[in-house]
Structures are given as C-alpha cells and as structure tokens.
C-alpha cells in the first residue's frame, strides 16, 4: 500500500520511479530517542532523525565529498567540543561496529584541536 502510494505521489512529482529508497534501514543503529515525530497514524509513522543520529551515520559512513558540508553542520547542532568527543557519541550508537579510519581522518581534518573549543 504504501509503495503504490509513493509510486502515485511520484508519478504526479516527475519522480523516478525509486525515489522512495527505505535501503538506509540496514544502517540505521536502532531507535532514535531524539527523532521529532511528524506524522503518526495507524499503520504509518513518520519521524525526522535528530541531528545526533544523522550525524553518527554520516560519519560512519564517511563520504568525503559528499557529506562533508552535513557533517561539519550536524557536529556544531550537536554541541560536540571536540572530534574524541565526537567518535564516542558515534561508538555509542554503533557500539558493535568499528568506526572506519577514514572517518577519524575526516573528522581530524574538518575539526581540527585548534577548531575544536569553537
């Protein structure tokens, strides 16, 4: 129901045919106790991810050119004083799963310990 709805919505918006993309919930940790709630009817439930989630997947996910600009908004909407600070939170969302080194040096390089405490 809900793929024939999309399909409908996208037909009307000149969307391709797969805008509705639910592949991200593999990568999802699991619940986002911070999400804001926009929607929630029987059968349906739409929720915003907070900034402190999306931040932990774009930074697991670390795609340098492309999310560079949402990590280095997402880090100053979290608050975060520095990048050890930064990884923790990450670590605590994917606690079973390695943060790639890349993602350290993504962070090391936008947040440099000068750019930290700012």
Known sequence: MIYRAAQRVGDR????????????KGFLP????GATVLFDRPGLAVRIA????LFAMKVLAARVERDEDD???LYKLCGFRSVEEALDHVQSLYPHQPIPPKAHYLLQELFPPAADNK
């Open 50 to 53: 907070s900034p402190r989630y």
């Open 13 to 24: 918006r000149g969307l391709p045919p797969d805008w509705l993309n639910d592949g991200v």
């Open 30 to 33: 699991g619940p986002d106790p």
């Open 71 to 73: 990590i280095q908004l």
